[in-house]
């Protein structure tokens, strides 16, 4: 290849050159996807790319429609296939101090009824600062790899995964993940951390500063942007590394204990963490991560806690799962970083359920790597001094504009302020008064009794709440209609197209008869607009789950969306439920709180936004545009409790009340804590009272527990 400096090529040179720049590049891509055997070294590679870059910043003209350095830079997201995980990818709920280990270490023997002596085990294991990934093996080969994603469906990147399958990183022997496996379970899919080293993360962004592309902020971004890059080439020269912790479908066991079967995945060739041990109880979980903690500086790559987890797999099975995430394990978090800066101002944020959110505009500042300019001031109380439970908290002292802060974050959080520094407080500076109007929309903005958030009273008045519900509905785990995100519907919005989300179903046909001309907007054509509306077409088919999501009802986030629709399983049904609870049934209410994961705040709120007026006449002129699938009930295959309401009574001598709800749950049955007509099966233990006598009265199905335990064995 011709090397003329650039500055002295002609246009004519600097179009054929481009033009053999893109064949020689895409030609490389082509054998990194394709072939184990890459066309050129990795230096090489850069060095192209590099100088394509160049050229084409001095002809920018000359940029080509399949230019290399676009699609490096392409949206990953949008150009993944999708991966459905067969068993859900769990996150960890967080543990904060010893006491919060303690009480973990309880919760799990009152659940499983062992009493306070009985011996228990945990592993204790560094919590790597990464992304998760999923490696599915069958006959002990590769086939899939795939992101966590929504923790149902992940992002398919087996030819990124394969990168790593394929480099032996410095001081090691083998690459941290195998490509073929010998001795493997048939089906075998290994969890674990994707991450980047200090090391490897510094040499990557010395060499994006060489070639001018974009630092990354930390390690954990460099190896999620490295893993979720649509050029598996540029993955190839990104060094991943990864450790294995977990699992997920296995079509046998890999061993009775959790240590056990990391030991095996290390055996089958994955790098598992060197400091994971087995603990006796919360003083030794408690000594191991003192010891962790002094060596995180010194590990060489990033982790932000210790993972504690039941040893012992048989009662990891019984305790199972919560909505997203497991009873047997807690994630200890290490305290967060911290800094100091200045508090430019106190600004108010309008959510979709009218919370007003004020919001410190900080003057920027790098905590942790990563550079902070908001923070979260949560409502009145936190600026004032005060927590949830009207205690004090920064030893009382207010936050004021102007005011010195110190600020920290931890993992994915809002960064937070910590403290005030008092000595540095401007003369003069005033206390901050909270607003009692909406800035959105002028309308009152009250604080109930009870409650520590003031909301806006304007409903769907307020440009902001509306606007707020308009993202959130075609956000991507609810419409998610293609063509149409947060920029498009807030545009319509303001251009009065879009008030409310049925106007959405009705865009086509209010553009063809010539009402509005979207097609004349700026940004708009008419082939885009064809698209557009062909996409919302699409999405007039729509599972149940998503529409509950999608209405942005406090409290009812998506898992609990699935959980409720499951319950239900159809729209009409839900429809019925509500109103029968708004008009005070106390059996629908029952019904409802027996819901795993429904309480009564979420119950609350679900059952107001159906109860009748405006909320309620938008939710059933969205209805009316769309076709609402079914929901399925869960795990069922083979289930004979499922769909079926079951009440446990009396004592229970084999499991735990708590278990025994979980696991009917798991099985499709909605357990319900009184009989009435509706109730299929009553589960009486000893000294079953007035409840086993008002099933005998209904002529109710009524087992004993081992009838339960022979009901469900081996499900
Ligand atoms: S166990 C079912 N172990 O932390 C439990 N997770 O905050 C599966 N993580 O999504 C997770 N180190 O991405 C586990 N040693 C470790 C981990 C670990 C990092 C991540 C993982 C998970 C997240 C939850």
Not at 527 to 545: D, M
Not at 689 to 694: P, T
Request: glycine fraction near 10%; hydrophobic fraction near 40%.
């Amino acid at each position: 290849m011709d090397n003329k400096a650039v500055e002295a090529l002609t246009e004519a040179e600097a179009k054929a050159e481009l033009a053999q720049l893109a064949g020689a590049l895409a030609q490389a891509n082509i054998l990194y996807h394709g072939q184990d055997a890459p066309g050129i070294s990795d230096s090489e590679y850069d060095a192209l790319k590099q100088r394509n870059a160049l050229i084409e910043a001095r002809f920018p003209k000359l940029k080509r429609p399949d230019s290399p350095s676009e699609q490096v830079g392409a949206a990953p997201s949008e150009g993944f296939a999708k991966v459905t995980h067969v068993v859900r990818m769990l996150s960890l709920s967080n543990a904060f101090d010893g006491d919060d280990i303690i009480e973990f270490d309880e919760r799990i023997r009152r659940y499983l009824g062992l009493g306070d002596v009985a011996p228990l085990e945990y592993t204790a294991e560094p919590k790597i600062d990464g992304l998760s990934l999923s490696l599915r093996y069958e006959a002990g080969k590769l086939i899939h790899a795939a992101t966590r994603g929504d923790g149902a469906v992940g992002e398919n990147v087996t030819t990124n995964a394969r990168t790593i399958a394929e480099r032996v990183a410095e001081g090691r022997k083998l690459p941290d993940i195998p490509l073929l496996i010998d001795g493997a379970p048939d089906v075998l899919e290994v969890r674990g951390e994707v991450y980047m080293s200090h090391a490897d993360f510094a040499d990557l962004n010395t060499r994006q500063v060489a070639r001018s592309d974009k630092q990354f902020a930390n390690p954990r971004n460099a190896a999620a942007g490295s893993l979720r890059q649509l050029d598996s080439a540029v993955t190839r020269r990104r060094p991943l590394r990864f450790f294995a912790y977990a699992w997920g479908e296995l079509s046998a066991p890999l061993s009775d204990t959790q240590m056990g079967a990391i030991e095996r995945l290390n055996d089958f060739g994955f790098q598992i963490n060197p400091l994971t041990a087995l603990c006796d109880g919360p003083a030794g979980m408690l000594a191991h991560y003192d010891k962790i903690e002094q060596l995180r500086a010194a590990l060489g790559y990033d982790i932000d806690g210790v993972v504690y987890k039941v040893n012992d797999l048989s009662l990891q099975g019984r305790l199972g799962f919560r909505s997203t995430t497991p009873r047997w394990a807690i994630a200890h978090k290490f305290p967060a970083e911290l800094a100091w800066t200045h508090l430019e101002a106190i600004e108010i944020q309008v959510g979709r359920t009218g919370a007003l959110s004020p919001v410190a505009r900080l003057q920027p500042v790098t905590v942790g790597g990563v550079v902070v300019s908001n923070a979260t001031l949560h409502n009145q109380d936190y600026i004032t001094g005060l927590d949830s439970k009207g205690q004090e908290i920064r030893g009382g002292k207010d936050i004021r504009e102007g005011d010195w802060v110190q600020v920290y974050r931890a993992g994915d959080v809002i960064p937070k302020v910590a403290n005030v520094d008092l000595s540095k407080r401007p003369e003069g500076s005033a206390v901050y008064v909270f607003p009692d109007k909406c800035p959105e929309c002028g309308s009152p903005a009250i604080r109930e009794d009870g409650d520590a958030v003031h909301r806006c009273t304007g409903g769907l008045i307020c440009p902001a709440q509306a606007v707020e519900k308009l993202k959130h509905f075609v956000g991507r785990a609810a419409f998610d209609i293609e063509g149409l995100g947060a920029k498009q519907v807030e545009q319509f919005y303001l251009d009065g197209w879009v008030k409310e989300p049925s106007d959405i179903f009705t865009l086509g046909e209010r553009f063809s008869s010539g009402l509005q001309q979207l097609k004349n907007r700026e940004g708009w054509g008419e082939k885009s607009a064809n698209k557009l509306f062909q996409a919302i077409e699409e999405k007039r088919n729509i599972p149940f789950a998503r529409v509950l999501f999608s209405l942005g009802i406090r409290h009812v986030g998506e898992q609990a969306s699935n959980l409720i629709t499951r319950n239900y399983t159809s729209w009409p049904a839900l429809i019925t439920a509500m109103d029968a609870a708004a008009a005070c049934e106390g059996v629908e209410w029952d019904n409802l709180l027996g819901i795993d994961g429904v309480g009564d705040v979420m119950a609350r709120s679900l059952v107001m936004a159906f109860a009748p007026g405006p909320e309620r006449d938008s939710i059933d002129k969205l209805t009316g545009h769309l076709n609402i699938e079914d929901a399925e009930h869960p795990d069922i295959d083979g289930s004979p409790v499922a769909g079926k309401i079951v009440v446990f009574t009396g004592t229970l001598e084999k499991m735990t009340r708590a278990e025994a709800k979980a696991r009917a749950e798991a099985l499709g049955a909605k357990v319900s804590g009184s009989v009435s007509a509706k109730t299929d099966l009553l589960v009486a233990g000893p000294g079953a009272g007035s409840k086993a006598k008002k099933a005998a009265d209904l002529g109710i199905e009524t087992i004993d527990e081992d009838g339960w335990l022979q009901l469900i064995d081996g499900l």
